[in-house]
């Protein structure tokens, strides 16, 4: 065991908070990180200690490695936690904290590096028995390519290896377009990640995203959290999470778990993390699911697991870096009720431009079974620098119904102005009877957006 001090938070926003208040209930000491535009943001005010590693932009600050190290150093930090986005998936960072005898909260670099790459995280998953979508590995030639989709079946996407998180893909439906366009996705994957690998994968076309959270410890421990529900996205962001999916019939739901768990065994996986599948529901032999990606970092939805299980995720994650088995966890979670989150983002509600200026007043929602992980308050200005997302409004209900009719009263009590968020899409998507009824896949956002009817969300209260 390695207990932890001291915990060097390598994020800011929302999840920097996320994890400074796990570590106070663990009386367990924080360093907050800020750029010089955060010098007033909360997650500073709540650490112990805090550290300026840099200007505005990410480069220079919350993804300059020495700067954090050297923070980390100055300080005392015995462990460093990465929140998610920034450096999370980097597995370099995680090795050169390790080096500098820092404890990364997160798995070993070695995971993260299979993971990050998404031809031999298929390989290993495969390799563990989880279902893949028939595919390929790398492409060398054209002419392998061109009998490769006949042989998968057409439409077929084409995904970079070092991609992810749906960047660098192209779907591809007639087969005189494959040489030209896999081609193209070449270029772009090397000008976008430095590496211009790709891969073929049979197209779903409807499918649900579902994930399953898992965690392991350090002693080949595993236990699943169950799913969470997706599918409600655009551009490959997704907007509402809700566990635990309305898709899952008990049998699948044991049988996506299973093989989950059964997978981070296999590989020997430690801390948090998230299988990603998607569901296709239109199989002929029933629903079935396939592997997608997996995540080694906490997700901004994990919120949605904590409220039907009672599990901190953060603090799970500090408890197996320090070398805690995992014997407090329960191996067969019930869902207790369903969760929602909403992610509040500082954009447009119709074209989703980002809306950068300060926030004149604020009113979060509250009351019973609403939860609200937010880093702004009024005065608070939002820089274009990082991503748009304001905080989170999580709705816990006995069932799905109550958490629906919870989000839709939380949703009307929020107030946000001063800049425009999408605050009204939410109110829109909550009354959307796809919605209500559980019967809604990946392409339902961007397939049916109502500009008016999402206008006349604007003001619901008078
Ligand atoms: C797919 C797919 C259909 N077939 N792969 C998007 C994010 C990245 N993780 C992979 N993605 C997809 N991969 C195959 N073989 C459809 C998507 C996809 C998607 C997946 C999850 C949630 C939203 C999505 C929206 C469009 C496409």
Known sequence: MTPI???????????????IRAC??????TVAVHSTVDESALHVRFADESVCVGPGPAAQSYLHIPNLISAAELTGADAVHPGYGFLSERADFARVCVKCGLNFIGPRAEHM????DKVRARQAMEAAGVPILPGTGVITNPDDAVEAATRIGMPVIIKASAGGGGRGMKIVRELDQLVQTIATAQAEALAAFGNGDVYLERYVTSPRHIEIQVIGDMYGGAVDLLERECSIQRRHQKIIEEAPSAALSPELRAKMRETAVHAIRAIGYQSVGTLEFLLDESAPEGPAFYFMEMNTRIQVEHCVTEMITGVDLVQEQIRIATGEPLAHLDRQHQAR?????????????????????TITALHFPGGFGVRVD???????????YYDSMLGKIISHGKDRAQAIARMRRALDETVVEGIR???????????????VTGH???HFLENNLDREAILAELEPLG
């Open 440 to 442: 809604y896949d990946t």
């Open 5 to 19: 001090r001291k915990v060097l938070v390598a994020n800011r926003g929302e999840i920097a908070l996320r994890v």
């Open 113 to 116: 590096a299979i993971m990050g």
């Open 374 to 384: 937010s880093h702004v308050y009024q005065g608070y200005r939002v820089t274009p």
């Open 24 to 29: 106070r209930e663990m009386d367990i000491r």
């Open 421 to 435: 968020t999408n605050v009204p899409l939410h109110r829109w998507m909550l009354k959307q009877e796809a919605f």
């Open 337 to 357: 009720g369903h969760a929602i989150e909403c992610r509040i983002n500082a954009e447009d509600p119709i074209n989703f431009s980002p809306q950068p200026g």
